[in-house]
């Protein structure tokens, strides 16, 4: 495996080494984490400071340049191309414990983790506990709403959704924990209508949904990952 030197506009990959960019690559308390559909900020990733004016084409040639090197030379993969842990092959998903005050929401957030498991790796899903390998347990602790737009000072005209799982991956027979995921959290923006509460709350579940689907890429994510 190679190393990163770093030194102003310049990029080095050892054994090999890349054209100079216009860039200055800076490591801060983040890591580039991707997802099919997301760029996710967890622990080390990566800045880039514009050194000096250069044309819009150089720029995305940089740009794309020390993505692929940070991705070859720290050993980073892709999302969800990883293997369950504890060389866990077959996963059975219980309907999630529902810890809010909001009806229903459990079936929404499970059969949005059960279809992202069945889009990702459908042969990975048992049909019971006693056919699968290790239990997929979540709880859905918190979700609730606030505005973040107003229209004068009263009337509310965006607010946004919020939810928060604790996630499990339990050893079928024994109990063991294999893997968890504490306080994943995550937020949809919804539009409010002034004059119709029955279309505020559609747009609401609208947000759930959404909300729910990212959420268990994320959750999936993490688990073939391992973090």
Not at 54 to 79: E, N, P, Q, W
Not at 97 to 106: L, M, P, V
Not at 152 to 163: D, K, L
Not at 174 to 191: F, L, M, N, S, V
């Amino acid at each position: 495996m190679g190393f990163l030197y770093l030194k102003p506009y310049t990029l080095y990959l050892t054994p090999y080494t890349l054209h100079p960019i216009p860039y200055t690559l800076y490591l801060t308390p983040y890591t580039l984490y991707l997802t099919p559909y997301t760029l996710y900020l967890t622990p080390y990733a990566v800045q880039l400071n514009i050194g000096k004016k250069v044309s819009k084409r150089a720029k995305l040639t940089s740009i794309a340049i020390v993505c692929l090197a940070v991705v070859c030379a720290c050993g980073y993969r892709f999302a969800g191309q990883g293997a369950f842990p504890n060389d866990v092959e077959r996963i059975f998903i219980e309907v999630f414990e529902n810890r809010t005050g909001k009806t229903g929401i459990e079936r929404v957030v499970t059969n949005q983790v059960v279809f992202e498991f069945t889009r990702q790796r459908e042969k990975s899903l048992a049909s019971g506990a006693e056919n699968a390998d290790a239990i997929l347990k979540g709880v859905i602790r918190t979700i609730r709403t606030q505005t973040i737009s107003r229209v004068g000072t009263e009337i509310a005209s965006e607010r946004e959704v919020i939810m928060t799982v604790d996630v499990r991956l339990i050893k079928e027979g024994g109990g063991e924990i294999i893997w968890a995921a504490k306080g994943i959290t995550d937020r949809q923006a919804y539009d409010v209508d002034e004059n119709s509460k029955l279309a505020t709350d559609q747009n609401e579940n609208i947000a759930i949904s959404r909300l729910s689907e990212r959420m268990s890429e994320r959750i999936f994510s993490r688990l073939t990952n391992n973090f």
